[in-house]
C-alpha cells in the first residue's frame, strides 16, 4: 500500500494553524498512525488509528480520516512543533510510511 | 515504563553481515510484535520486518532474501540478521515495539544506530 503525504514541507510560524495529508493507495479503514521526527531522534508516535492520542501528546495535535484519506492538523504550532511528521499504514504487511512532511520556520 | 535498548556493529565491509539486537525492558513480551525499521542518511523510514514471541515473522518483501528475524524469550531480546550489505544498507536501523491491540502502531522506539557499509 503507498501512503502519499502531502506537503512534503511547509513553512509556518508560532501559532500557525497546520494541516498536513496522508493519502492511501487503497482503502485502510483506520489504521493510520502519525509520528513526529526530531533531528537525531527515534520517531514519537503522536496518534493512533487515525484520531487517538498517544499517551502523552498535547491536545493540539489531532488526526482524522478513514478510508483513503487522512489529516493531521497541529492547531496552534510552538516552538517544539518544528519537526518532520509521517503518517504510517497499519492495515497490512508490509507496512509502510509516508515519505513525511518537514515543517520549518517560516 | 517500556524501554527498547538497542547495540551491534556500526560499521561495515560490502558483503558483510549486519547483526543488531534489542532488549525490551518493561512491560510484556509475549502481547506484541517487535519490529525493524530503517532510515538512510536524510531520507524516510523504512519498514524491515517483524516478530513476536512465538517465532512468527513477517518481511518487507524487498529485503525478505536477505533479512532473518530472531527472538529469544528468555532475555526479552530480538534480532536482526541482514546478510550481503551494500552501500544502500546505510542507514539508521530503530527497533520498535507493534501493538497491535491498538490498531498497530510502532508506541516505542530504541534509540537507533546508524550502522554505515563502506570499503
Known amino acids: 500500500i503507498q501512503m502519499t503525504q502531502s506537503p512534503s514541507s511547509l513553512s509556518a510560524s508560532v501559532g500557525d494553524r497546520v494541516t498536513i495529508t496522508c493519502r492511501a493507495s487503497?482503502?485502510?479503514?483506520?489504521?493510520l498512525n502519525w509520528y513526529q521526527q526530531k533531528p537525531g531522534k527515534a520517531p514519537n508516535l503522536l496518534i493512533y488509528?487515525?484520531?487517538n492520542f498517544h499517551s502523552g501528546v498535547p491536545s493540539r495535535f489531532s488526526g482524522s480520516g478513514s478510508g483513503t484519506d487522512f489529516t493531521l492538523t497541529i492547531t496552534s504550532l510552538q516552538p517544539e512543533d518544528f519537526a518532520t511528521y509521517y503518517c504510517?499504514?497499519?492495515?497490512?504487511?508490509?507496512?509502510?510510511f509516508g515519505g513525511g512532511t518537514k515543517v520549518e520556520v517560516k | 515504563q517500556v524501554q527498547l535498548q538497542q547495540w551491534g556493529a556500526g560499521l561495515l565491509k560490502p558483503s558483510e553481515p549486519l547483526s543488531l539486537t534489542c532488549a525490551v525492558y518493561?512491560?510484556?513480551?509475549?502481547?506484541?510484535?517487535w519490529s525493524w525499521i530503517r532510515q538512510p542518511p536524510g531520507k524516510g523510514l523504512e519498514w524491515i520486518g517483524e516478530?513476536?514471541?512465538?517465532?512468527?515473522?513477517n518481511y518487507s518483501p524487498s529485503l525478505k532474501s536477505r533479512v532473518t528475524l530472531s527472538v529469544d524469550t528468555s532475555k526479552n531480546q530480538f534480532s536482526l540478521k541482514l546478510t550481503s550489505v551494500t552501500a544502500a544498507d546505510t542507514a539508521v536501523y530503530y527497533c520498535?515495539?507493534?501493538?497491535?491491540?491498538?490498531?498497530?502502531?510502532?508506541?516505542?522506539w530504541g534509540q537507533g544506530i546508524l550502522v554505515t557499509v563502506s570499503s
Open positions: 520498535a515495539r507493534t501493538n497491535y491491540a491498538s490498531f498497530g502502531p510502532n508506541d516505542y
Open positions: 488509528a487515525a484520531s
Open positions: 504510517q499504514q497499519t492495515y497490512s504487511t508490509p507496512l509502510t
Open positions: 487503497q482503502n485502510i479503514y483506520s489504521y
Open positions: 518493561g512491560g510484556s513480551f509475549q502481547d506484541y510484535y
Open positions: 516478530i513476536n514471541h512465538s517465532g512468527t515473522t
